[in-house]
């Protein structure tokens, strides 16, 4: 009985918000992007690039396309020569703000027990 509830709960795609919705920006790129969207505002694509140097420019590409198609992040781009493109956060984005405050605010309470467990397994 447990076990189907689960299974309901967790297996449609279209209702669960982990899978559906919290998926496409649940990883450790894209929610530092968020963040540093938000603490630095516009930013061409080089800024980001500078402010994360260890992603790749494909991943950081990808990270910023999957957060316009899911509406966090905007994309402006300007018809000059050369191109430029600016990101900032969607008014959706900045929503995620604060949650994202909040988990980095318990990581930092709690970095040392993590690193502590991490070292028993490795």
């Known amino acids: 009985m447990k076990n189907e509830k689960i299974s309901e709960k967790y297996s449609c795609v279209a209702t669960c918000p982990m899978r559906n919705v919290i998926a496409h920006f649940a990883n450790k790129w894209s929610m530092l992007l968020l963040v540093i969207l938000d603490e630095f505002g516009v930013m061409r694509f080089n800024e980001l690039s ?14 910023l396309k999957t957060l316009e198609s899911v509406g966090l992040v905007k ?4 018809a000059e020569v050369p191109p430029r493109t600016e990101y900032e956060l969607t008014d959706l984005g900045r929503t995620l703000i604060p949650i994202l405050n909040q988990l ?19």
């Open 50 to 63: 500078r402010a994360i140097p260890d992603i790749s420019p494909k991943v950081l590409s990808g990270h």
């Open 104 to 122: 980095s605010e318990w990581g930092r309470n709690n970095l040392k027990a993590v690193k502590r467990n991490l070292t028993k397994w490795s």
């Open 75 to 78: 994309r402006i781009l300007y």
